[in-house]
């Protein structure tokens, strides 16, 4: 077998089981018929070419990525490393290995220099359910720590039959522009006569322009050309939509991304893989929640528990417990509101639900969704308990291209100041910030979006918010790094707090997931959601399998939770395997989770991060919940450094300032990453 070197690895890497030596340009006519296309001669699909000789892989993989840079309008193809597949599988994997290669400590977020790398997995493309995801990565302007967005729809998977495993973008276009792919090229064309469209009709424009209504379009609103801090990156109606990663794509002048491809993305063991996916399809089958309750009803489904577990965020966080929001926008009210489902690529459920508005000030408003998250933003957040005016919100945002939970968090943040007279009727724009005002609430998404009086002060965040209103506003800023908290009050859920304090990305439910406390399922274990023992292994385990099952693979989480919560990583192995050819046990998919959690920390420590950032806002600290179920809980200071105590320990991680140590580094084949962190004098031995 073939071994050499390969980038961003200080020692040779022998390539893993399913990658073969095909001896350079020798490629029988069987091979042709079999892997599709050659990335030197053109003739057969998946193979990587180094200087010494020709890998095939067997499948899952296109083997190429594509590097742009818009500075001076050129493109390559680049062979897929096998060393980054193994070790890293795909989507955020890739992502974050591609960050922390390329991008040096304190590149500014919104500088020529940083990154965005748009990355699917190996199961991207093929029949495997569920499976049409991406992520979009680059060091976030909201956070300055690495940034990472999941999104759905149809994108994902066409940039797999484009021939692309991933995208590369780098570099600032001279003039507004918009990249077409397409037959292995890249057209640069100008985006003069888009800019400030909202996004649907930015998509529109492009399909017809190009002639094709089967384009895929992935592209930025108004809030991120005007560089808002939490804007989005829209494709369909799906959004990568946290961190701001649509001000990073606003920063390089690039309007949008559209793509088309033809080809299909092989399969290495196509019964094996019919096995794994049956069996996965009958676990999906069998779920008591996937298709009775989510495949119906969509993320929403949610509010009500959340609202009855006494958790749901209301007023700013303020009030949670004190209301009951089931009743005005629980589920059975979004459903009234339902006109149909929509689906991503091969996505046998439809989660999706598109609701519209028929009467009062939002009628004709339509939205897909709004998911729970919005639902939360919109709604108990800033203490709106209009369904219609949650639709509006929803679509506005998709628009304009504004992250909601952000958007939310800062609009309900800005009405507390507003009621506690730290903002004054001069500086709002005589707008009457208050809880519940449903037209205001709405009147402020256009201008964030727009920038327009205090809506310049709040389109960077709560974080920046804070900073510049001062007059002890800080306290009131829910935030984790700069990233706004989603929707559970982790006060009644503690492994949940202990991921928004440490996830590398901010407050993120999507990083490690709770499951065990929000729905009771006891995997690995039954917890108690108010204890603190436990809740450091709990949360690694959690951050884990979740960044390699869902965010590397990649698959939607809500059915690896809802389907195969206790067999993900068995899940993922079997179609991973079987799509690939590589021979990866449960074991070592979870492997591949801790080495991007490792990395991507490492990223952030290097950019100066450490201990005294894995924290949680104030009032989670101090204020006890009065009301509801969860009435009496907090995370004090002391909960919260024992829980990360046994966090670091879990992960080998120095205790006293949380960077990883050379050993675990050296031990997940990140000793590179030590070696750095060492020479910079912030490595823990």
């Avoid at 509101?337 to 046998?348: D, G, L, Q, S, V």
Wanted: proline fraction near 4%; aromatic fraction near 8%; charged fraction near 25%.
């Amino acid at each position: 077998m073939h071994t050499g070197r390969v980038s961003g690895y200080p020692e040779p890497v022998g390539y893993p089981s399913g990658w073969r030596d095909c001896g350079a340009a020798r490629v029988s006519t069987a091979a042709v018929g079999r892997y599709g296309r050659c990335l030197r001669s053109g003739s057969v699909q998946g193979i990587l070419h180094e200087e010494k000789g020709c890998l095939e892989m067997q499948g899952g993989y296109t083997g190429k990525i594509l590097r742009i840079n818009l500075s001076d309008s050129t493109y390559k193809g680049e062979p897929l490393s096998p060393g980054m597949a193994r070790d890293f599988l795909g989507g955020a994997g890739f992502g974050v290995k591609i960050l922390y290669d390329e991008l040096g400590p304190g590149v500014d977020p919104l500088g020529e220099q940083n990154k965005l790398v748009f990355a699917a997995g190996p199961l991207t493309g093929t029949n495997a359910p569920c499976a049409s995801r991406m992520a979009v990565v680059g060091k976030s302007p909201l956070t300055g720590a690495v940034g990472l967005a999941l999104t759905g729809g149809h994108f994902p998977a066409e940039m797999k039959f484009a021939g692309y495993d991933a995208l590369i973008i780098e570099g600032k276009a001279p003039k507004p522009t918009y990249l077409w792919i397409h037959d292995g090229k890249v057209d640069f064309r100008s985006a003069a006569k888009l800019m400030g469209t909202l996004t649907m009709d930015c998509q529109s424009y492009i399909k017809d322009e190009l002639g094709d209504q089967n384009i895929r379009v992935a592209c930025i609103g108004p809030a991120g050309e005007k560089l808002s801090k939490m804007a989005c990156i829209v494709n369909e109606r799906r959004a990568a939509g946290r961190k701001g990663l649509g001000a990073v794509m606003g920063s390089k002048n690039l309007k949008a991304i559209a793509l088309r491809g033809r080809d299909k993305v092989a399969v290495a063991h196509p019964e094996g893989f019919r096995k794994a996916r049956e069996a996965m399809l009958t676990a999906m089958r069998e779920s008591p929640v996937v298709y009775p309750q989510f495949a119906r009803l969509g993320t929403p489904m949610v509010v009500d528990l959340v609202d009855a577990l006494g958790i749901f965020p209301t007023r700013n966080w303020s009030a949670t417990g004190e209301f009951a929001f089931t009743e005005k926008i629980g589920v059975g009210v979004q459903e009234k509101h339902k006109i149909r489902k929509e689906r991503c690529y091969m996505c046998p459920v439809g989660c999706s639900q598109v609701r519209t508005v028929r009467e009062g000030p939002y009628a004709g408003f339509l939205a897909e969704g709004p998911e729970f998250e919005t639902v939360y933003s919109f709604g108990a957040e800033t203490g709106n308990d209009d369904s219609a005016a949650i639709i509006a919100a929803d679509r506005m945002c998709d628009e304009l291209g504004l992250d909601t939970i952000s958007t939310g968090v800062v609009i309900g943040f800005a009405m507390e100041l507003y009621e506690k007279g730290i903002l004054t009727g001069e500086e709002t724009g005589g707008l009457k910030l208050e809880f519940g005002n449903a037209g205001v609430m709405t009147e402020m998404i256009r201008r964030i979006a727009y920038r327009e009086g205090l809506g310049e002060i709040l389109a960077d965040g709560v974080r920046a918010a804070a900073t510049r209103i001062g007059k002890g506003s800080e306290k009131y800023a829910m935030h984790v790094k700069g990233l706004e908290m989603p929707g559970y009050d982790v006060r009644g859920a503690k492994a949940h707090g202990l991921n928004y304090a440490t996830a590398y990305t901010g407050a993120d439910h999507n990083r490690g997931y709770a499951f065990q406390e929000i729905f009771g399922i006891p995997v690995p274990e039954m917890v108690d959601r108010f204890a603190v023992n436990g809740k450091g292994r709990l949360c690694k385990w959690n951050q884990d399998v979740r960044a390699v099952t869902c965010d590397c693979a990649t698959m939607c989480a809500f059915m690896l939770d809802m389907a195969v919560p206790a067999g993900a990583c068995e899940n993922t192995a079997a179609m991973v395997n079987a799509a690939t050819g590589m021979e990866f046990t449960p074991e070592g998919i979870e492997k591949i989770g801790e080495r991007v959690n490792n990395l991507a920390r490492a990223f952030n420590v290097r950019e100066g991060l450490s201990r005294k950032d894995d924290t949680l806002p104030e009032r989670l600290m101090k204020e006890t919940l009065k009301e509801g179920n969860s009435k009496g809980q907090r995370i004090s200071e002391e909960d919260l450094g024992l829980m990360l105590d046994e966090y670091y320990g879990a992960r080998g991680w120095d205790v006293v300032s949380g960077v990883p140590t050379e050993a675990k580094l050296t031990d997940l084949r990140l000793g590179h990453v030590a070696d750095e962190l060492a020479r910079m004098g912030i490595l823990s031995s």
